[in-house]
């Protein structure tokens, strides 16, 4: 199997890597000061400059395929999800961040002309951002199903009351729009036909925001994932998304390739993570040698490099493979991806972490706040459970009658 990207997506990557290298690793703290001195849920002048920057230089909506994007293959976007994903805010400096490009991705696979026009267009452009509201906190959100928001048609409305938690990117000020999963049909014997997503504008009455949830401590400001309450909130039928019942599908188109390019940006964060701890051995000395030289830390040196790669061609492989027959063809492989990246990536800054010592849990390295995100990430885009479930299903299925 050929995974060689193509002449473009090898000229896109030098000049990603220039930029990160030139503009944004110089900085990194200085987004936290600003994030921590400033407005919290305000975007932070240097993101703003390096936005503009990235813009002017043609790095922007890279991860869209088609013509509303780069035109950019999975293939061919993995290895650029994955420079951006060393530092955990970078995607956003080229517009593509989660849970923006899912959100992207949607109005513009499924989206009105009008709805593209109103939102859509000013996403692509970088001037608002958006959140995507499913998970809630009285049910088992891992099945979808369980989704007890309503959504329920009043006239030229509908009326939405639900409690969600984890809005990711509802708390910045540049959210101006929420994709809400709710259910519109909830008496519909086809589980699957119950739910519907619709557009809700943040500033909308009855949008009350309880607070910000934090992830191991953690309030990722200026992003968040706060507690929404959607109390008698009342939206046109026009913001209503393809059609009542058709939630749960517009959930499984975006949540493949969604899942997949956080695979991608976590292999960025563990190769990053690996050679940290490869300079860390080499220059710390304990009991009279360097670590490197102690045969326990080359081990996990050697054990991370291995399960990067691993990772990395898995996640390649189901690349490739919706690019060639499409997201549900590869639906076995991305589950897989989803399973093994983000326990691999909490392996190897596990490993990292111990390496450095006290400083590997402190706010002096980018690790801890790693570790944050790729444990979170074992839950987030549906649990390791649920991938595992499906997976097995499938192989039992396939492999399980004799031949």
């Not at 000061?33 to 230089?57: D, S």
């Not at 049909?185 to 557009?199: A, T």
């Not at 102690?294 to 790669?309: F, K, L, M, N, T």
């Amino acid at each position: 199997m050929d995974f060689a990207h193509s002449p473009r997506a090898v000229e896109l990557q030098d000049r990603l890597q220039a930029f990160m290298a030139r503009h944004v690793a110089p900085v990194e703290h200085l987004y936290q000061e600003q994030v921590e001195n400033g407005h919290r849920y305000h975007r932070p002048p240097i993101l703003e400059q390096l936005k503009r920057q990235a813009r002017a230089e043609g790095l922007w909506n890279l991860f869209l395929p088609g013509d509303h994007g780069a035109g950019l293959t999975n293939l061919d976007y993995a290895p650029l999800a994955e420079i951006m994903g060393r530092i955990s805010w970078a995607s956003e400096i080229f517009n593509c961040s989660a849970p923006d490009t899912g959100n992207m991705e949607v109005l513009a696979l499924y989206g009105t002309p009008e709805q593209q026009r109103r939102w859509l267009d000013p996403l692509l452009s970088g001037e608002i951002r958006s959140a995507f509201s499913m998970t809630e906190p009285q049910v088992a959100s891992s099945d979808a199903t369980n989704i007890q928001c309503g959504i329920h048609r009043d006239g030229g409305d509908y009326v939405i009351n639900g409690r969600k938690w984890y809005t990711s990117g509802a708390m910045s000020e540049d959210c101006k729009i929420l994709i809400v999963m709710g259910k519109t049909d909830p008496d519909n014997p086809n589980r699957h036909l119950q739910q519907s997503m619709i557009l809700v504008p943040r500033e909308t009455p009855g949008v009350r925001i309880i607070r910000d949830m934090r992830v191991f401590g953690y309030d990722d400001a200026p992003v968040g994932h706060p507690e929404i309450v959607y109390d008698k909130v009342r939206v046109p039928v026009d913001n209503l998304l393809l059609g009542e019942g058709r939630g749960f599908e517009i959930a499984q188109g975006r949540l493949g390739p969604g899942r997949i390019h956080h695979c991608m940006r976590l292999i960025g964060c563990a190769q990053r993570a690996l050679e940290l701890m490869c300079a860390r051995a080499q220059s710390r000395v304990a009991f009279g040698k360097p670590l490197g030289e102690q045969g326990p830390v080359r081990e996990d040196i050697a054990h991370s490099w291995c399960e990067i790669e691993q990772a990395r061609l898995l996640t390649l492989r189901a690349a490739e493979k919706m690019d060639r027959e499409g997201n549900k063809a590869a639906r076995d492989l991305i589950a897989a991806a989803k399973v093994v990246v983000p326990n691999m990536a909490v392996r190897v800054i596990d490993r990292a972490i111990q390496i450095h010592g006290a400083a590997g849990v402190s706010q002096d390295t980018f690790l801890a706040e790693a570790y944050s995100y790729a444990r979170f990430m074992r839950i987030g885009d549906g649990p390791d459970q649920v991938h595992l479930a499906q997976l097995g299903k499938g192989l039992l299925k396939r492999y399980g009658t004799p031949g």
